[in-house]
Antibody
Framework: QVQLQQSGAELMKPGASVKISCKATGYTFSSYWIEWVKQRPGHGLEWIGEILPGSGSTNYNEKFKGKATFTADTSSNTAYMQLSSLTSEDSAVYYC???????????WGQGTLVTVSA | DIVMTQSPSSLAMSVGQKVTMSCKSS????????????LAWYQQKPGQSPKLLVYFASTRESGVPDRFIGSGSGTDFTLTISSVQAEDLADYFC??????????FGGGTKLEIK
């Protein structure tokens, strides 16, 4: 069965960078878009962007260009999102998800909590 | 970008009651070539990841109870829970998956059980 396993919670200083991982099992990793979604209390769900691991193609939400960078390692079936120049506004739970069909998100990771604090 | 607006922001219902929540999009999500509406619904229980309930506005994901019913077309959509259960306590989000990115979500509806 499809599973997405994300890396653990991170406590970061302002100005630092963090790299979150999302390991996929149960399907052909290279063939499906991996999505990244941000959730802060009271802010709902925000789509950050997506990567197609087989080609490395990416699409970013304009709001997160320069903030988020996606990569994928097909040898380990793992997708990564790096967030740079962290501020308190980046404190959130970040989810990876896998597309199915026409861009609905059928499978979700468990989420990674990033806390930015001095 | 397509803006998704959900209402109400919260509601409280008793077990067994019918629940309806709305999702409106700033432009039509209807693909005229296949007559499908590109709208998904998700359920997020406290402390959990979102879970896909419905896609193409009315197609229930495998394993989702049939009390969850998606409907609507164009810019106006509804998620109905025909007889709400205690385990349906959750936040519900709509998402448009029409055409090209960015994919956007509504702000959510919080369902509380009296």
């Amino acid at each position: 069965q499809v599973q997405l396993q994300q890396s653990g919670a991170e406590l970061m200083k302002p100005g630092a960078s963090v790299k979150i991982s999302c390991k996929a099992t149960g399907y052909t990793f290279s063939s499906y878009w991996i999505e990244w979604v941000k959730q802060r209390p009271g802010h709902g769900l925000e789509w950050i962007g997506e990567i197609l691991p087989g080609s490395g193609s990416t699409n970013y939400n304009e709001k997160f260009k320069g903030k988020a960078t996606f990569t994928a390692d097909t040898s380990s079936n793992t997708a990564y999102m790096q967030l740079s120049s962290l501020t308190s506004e980046d404190s959130a739970v970040y989810y990876c998800a896998r597309r199915a069909g026409f861009a609905w998100f059928a499978y979700w990771g468990q989420g990674t909590l990033v806390t930015v604090s001095a | 970008d397509i803006v998704m607006t959900q209402s109400p922001s919260s509601l409280a219902m008793s077990v067994g009651q019918k629940v309806t929540m709305s999702c409106k999009s700033s432009q039509s999500l209807l693909n005229s070539s296949n007559q499908k509406n590109y709208l998904a619904w998700y359920q997020q229980k406290p402390g959990q990841s979102p879970k896909l309930l419905v896609y193409f506005a009315s197609t229930r994901e495998s394993g989702v109870p049939d009390r969850f019913i998606g409907s609507g077309s164009g810019t106006d959509f509804t998620l109905t829970i025909s007889s709400v259960q205690a385990e349906d306590l959750a936040d519900y989000f709509c998402q448009q998956h029409y055409s090209t990115p960015p994919w956007t979500f509504g702000g959510g509806t919080k369902l509380e059980i009296k």
